[in-house]
Antibody, heavy 117, light 108 residues
């Protein structure tokens, strides 16, 4: 079955760090660029970061640049998002998604990150 | 950064009616880079339309995407009960993506 499964979401204090994971199955992981998209509670979708299939190219939204790092381990079919210096504005449901062309054709169910003291 | 503005914010319609959703860009967007998604409560978004007018796999033909330049439209020809949801447009440009704020299609 083709699927994405996120994990790693948690309650973290402001200024803290967290690493999210996204396990992929059912497709040739290293052939696809991947991305992270987040959704604050009751709000719309916000693109966060993207990475090429090889991992050689990475992209970030201005809101997370310098704080978040996207990476992937193609031997483990897993995508990561290292998040540092977290603030309340980072509270959201974080989705990983598989890029198909210039759109996001497959989404996971999301993992919840809550930043609060 | 290209800003996408969706209208209306909420569309109240009855099953069987036609829904017309608008997505306007702050500057011209290549049709190749324009997509539409559907999101139901408690679920992840689902790709409906890519390349402005191509339906994704398994998407019924009552969903039609159209438009070019700065004005794009998603039309649902006859609303089914499962179509009541929030719809987002999305564009790619300069190695980043942006989404519109969403249009909620609710049952009247």
């Amino acid at each position: 079955e083709v699927q994405l499964l996120e994990s790693g979401g948690d309650l973290v204090q402001p200024g803290g760090s967290l690493r999210l994971s996204c396990a992929a199955s059912g497709f040739t992981f290293n052939s696809y660029a991947m991305t992270w998209v987040r959704q604050a509670p009751g709000k719309g979708l916000e693109w966060v970061s993207g990475i090429s299939g090889s991992g050689g190219s990475t992209y970030y939204a201005d809101s997370v640049k310098g704080r978040f790092t996207i990476s992937r381990d193609n031997s483990k079919n897993t995508l990561y998002l290292q998040m540092n210096t977290l603030g309340p504005e980072d509270t959201a449901l974080y989705y990983c998604a598989k890029r198909v062309g210039f759109s996001f054709g497959l989404w996971g169910q999301g993992t919840l990150v809550t930043i609060s003291s | 950064e290209i800003v996408l503005t969706q209208s209306p914010g909420t569309l109240s319609l009855s099953p069987g009616e036609r829904a017309t959703l608008s997505c306007r860009a702050s500057q011209s967007v290549s049709s190749t880079y324009l997509a539409w998604y559907q999101q139901k409560p408690g679920q992840a978004p689902r790709l409906l339309i890519y390349g402005a007018s191509s339906r994704a796999t398994g998407i019924p033909d009552r969903f039609t995407g159209s438009g070019s330049g700065t004005d794009f439209t998603l039309t649902i020809s006859r609303l089914e009960p499962e179509d009541f949801a929030v719809y987002y447009c999305q564009q790619y440009g300069s190695s980043s993506w942006t989404f519109g704020q969403g249009t909620k299609v609710e049952i009247k």
